[in-house]
């Protein structure tokens, strides 16, 4: 199993990814480090949801489990984004989940994805979501260790930035430039 790393730079933020690909297994591994390069502190939506967290689904603290959705043309587009409020809203509605990032500061995470079906992929990318940290969209801060984990408002959903790596392509093991 080979990996390949690549570099994606936002705005007040840089995204640093290594995907390694197991094709007998189907399953891609993905390491990350997300730097807040601005002079405010960043909501990192890399920590899942209340839900999974709740119902035991997602271990508090850690990366949750990525979102997924095929986007045609053997295309894989996996993520960590801030989520709206479903419609109709569920009674235990799976509110995002945020690691506040200071200034200057990194953050490193990892996560294994099994690929669904049965048709090898032929590009896979992954998208991180990060937003402006204002007190007034997010709350309950909550301590695992040295992560700490706020709940953001959905409303962040539509103000997020998405920081998305480049095409990866599954067979060749290396990103398209």
């Not at 045609?72 to 587009?77: C, H, S, V």
């Not at 799976?94 to 490193?108: D, F, H, R, S």
């Amino acid at each position: 199993m080979s990996a390949a790393s690549t570099d994606t730079q936002g705005q007040g933020a840089t995204l640093h990814a290594e995907f390694a690909y197991d094709p007998a297994q189907r399953r891609l591994r993905v390491d990350y480090r997300v730097r807040n390069t601005g002079d405010a502190p960043l909501a990192v939506f890399d920590r899942g949801d209340r839900h999974a967290v709740a119902s035991g689904r997602q271990r508090a603290g850690a990366v949750g489990a990525p979102a997924w959705k095929d986007v045609g043309d053997g295309a894989i587009e996996l993520s960590h984004l801030a989520q709206p409020l479903p419609r109709p809203a569920p009674v235990s509605p799976p509110t995002p989940l945020a690691l506040k990032l200071a200034p200057g500061a990194q953050a490193a995470g990892s996560f294994e994805f099994a690929l669904p079906g049965e048709l090898e992929p032929k590009r896979i990318r992954w998208c991180l979501g990060v937003a402006a940290f204002e007190l007034d969209q997010l709350d309950m801060p909550q301590r695992y260790g040295e992560v700490e984990v706020w709940r953001a408002s959905f409303a962040l959903a539509q103000t997020q930035q998405r920081l998305c790596t480049p095409w990866f392509d599954p067979v060749r093991s290396r990103f398209a430039s």
